[in-house]
């Protein structure tokens, strides 16, 4: 399974002190960072959070990272027709 989510994460330190607490709190999921432009406000101007894994709680992730100050949605997957 594999989550994607938009962040206001714009610094490279800030990414790796998240995906640290990540790592530690959910050791069996993968997370990577993709930091973008942000010549635009959040939510426009964003980074990516992709997170693969077997179980994926993606609101305990999005409440522990909001607690830490992290604005984030999840991307909904849209097929467009």
Known sequence: MVEVFITNVKSEILSIEILQFLEKEYPQIEFIFDLEDFNKPYPCGHSILRIE????????????????????ELLEDKICL
Do not use: A, H, M
């Open 53 to 72: 894994g077997k179980v994926i709680d993606t609101n305990y992730i999005t409440q522990q990272l909001r607690s830490k100050g992290i604005e984030c």
